[in-house]
């Protein structure tokens, strides 16, 4: 199965995924695991999916997620739904690392606080969903909202003099 590039596991009420599992599938490029019953991700897991740019892991019951969990695909990753779960919290910085991701979608989940900056080191983030979790607050602001010239803590910091960006992630994304 080496050369296989689409996995579904949709609705298969697994609740764990064994370390290693998908170790020798190098060429994957999109795992569906979606509506499952897996409660936690950690490294081993995940380990050897150089390649996937799409990781669906919404409807399950993750409450917690190892930084480590996202270390083979960080750099290839464009896609990450993580919606419909029971994440308190998200590892921020493992997110951070993930250059190429395009959609991030989080709606649905227990998260109470997105860390300032968390959101402008995603150079390519077109699409961010928060809908429905417990956010009490938005961080502090760091960034700025080019065309609108007002600070803005999804846009990142203030672009050099003459370049604004065309525009900054949106909360619901693009539609």
Known sequence: M???VHLTLSRNGLRRLAPGAFADLRALRALHLDGNRLPALSGPQLRGLASLRHLI???????AIEPAAFAAFAATVEDLDLSHNNLPALPWEAVAAMASLATLTLD???LERVPAGAVARLPRLARLDLTANRLRALPPPDGYCGPC????????PPPSPGRLPSRPPSWKGNR
């Open 57 to 63: 892991l919404a409807n399950n019951q993750l409450a």
């Open 149 to 156: 010239r007002r600070r803005n803590w999804l846009a990142g």
């Open 108 to 110: 649905h989940n227990l």
């Open 2 to 4: 080496s050369s296989l």
